[in-house]
């Protein structure tokens, strides 16, 4: 069973750069599966980043893409998320997952992280 | 972008049915998938490809999708489902996954 998990600073000042990094555990990060990061304000729904193959091919969501940026490690079995230009509305839980090799779900998720913009 | 619509909240007595709609633009056209997530908890995801079921989760759990509304339905209800269900689609159109704005399973 794979296992997830989100690591970074939980707050971060505003215009700042948000940077996370997702650990994958028992699985590994270069078999065929897309690895993305969702987000979840706090008492709103989810929003897709973006995800990055192991090659380091990516894939972000159109409203978010010019502040995006993503990353893997296959050495570390690990990836990494950069949010530029952060503002208040950037606070929300950040989950990294794992998206099915045959199917556009996302079948494994990290617990997530609460990342708060503020000065 | 493409929307995908949810009613807020559905209230269903124990041993009951509940039926939660997510509401789109030919979403049948679409696969959907659907999570469950509890309170301070990541979703899990309870069924995908529209109707599939991962390992591990009840047969009580089963999802339809036609025409206009994808439907996940939970047969029996017991208190362990109190949570937020959430649906999401690959829409091709504006590049990106949606979800669904959620609702919350209320069990009296």
């Known amino acids: 069973q794979v296992q997830l998990q989100e690591s970074g600073p939980g707050l971060v000042k505003p215009s700042d750069t948000l940077s996370l990094t997702c650990a994958v555990s028992?699985?590994?990060?270069?078999?065929?599966?897309?690895w993305g990061w969702i987000r979840q304000p706090p008492g709103k729904g989810l929003e897709w980043i973006g995800y990055?193959?192991?090659?380091?091919?990516?894939y972000y969501n159109p409203s978010l893409k010019s502040r995006v940026t993503m990353s893997v490690d296959t050495s570390k079995n690990q990836f990494s998320l950069k949010l530029s230009s952060v503002t208040a509305v950037d606070t929300a839980v950040y989950f990294c997952?794992?998206?099915?090799?045959?199917?556009?779900?996302?079948?494994?998720w990290g617990q997530g992280t609460l990342v708060t913009v503020s000065a | 972008s493409y929307v995908l619509s949810q009613p807020p909240s559905v209230s269903v007595a124990p041993g009951q049915t509940a039926r939660i709609t997510c509401g789109g633009n030919?979403?049948?056209?679409?696969?959907v998938h659907w999570y469950q997530q509890k309170p301070g908890q990541a979703p899990v995801l309870v069924v995908y490809?529209?109707?599939d079921r991962p390992s591990g989760i009840p047969e009580r759990f089963s999802g339809s999708n036609s025409g206009n509304t994808a439907t996940l339905t939970i047969t029996r209800v017991e208190g362990g489902d109190e949570a937020d269900y959430c649906c999401?689609?690959?829409?091709?159109?504006?590049?990106?996954?949606?979800f669904g704005t959620g609702t919350k399973v209320t069990v009296l």
């Open positions: 028992d699985y590994s990060i270069s078999s065929t599966n897309w």
């Open positions: 997952a794992r998206r099915a090799t045959t199917s556009s779900c996302f079948d494994d």
């Open positions: 990055i193959y192991y090659s380091g091919n990516t």
């Open positions: 490809d529209d109707s």
């Open positions: 030919n979403i049948g056209s679409k696969t």
């Open positions: 999401q689609v690959w829409d091709s159109t504006s590049g990106q996954y949606v």
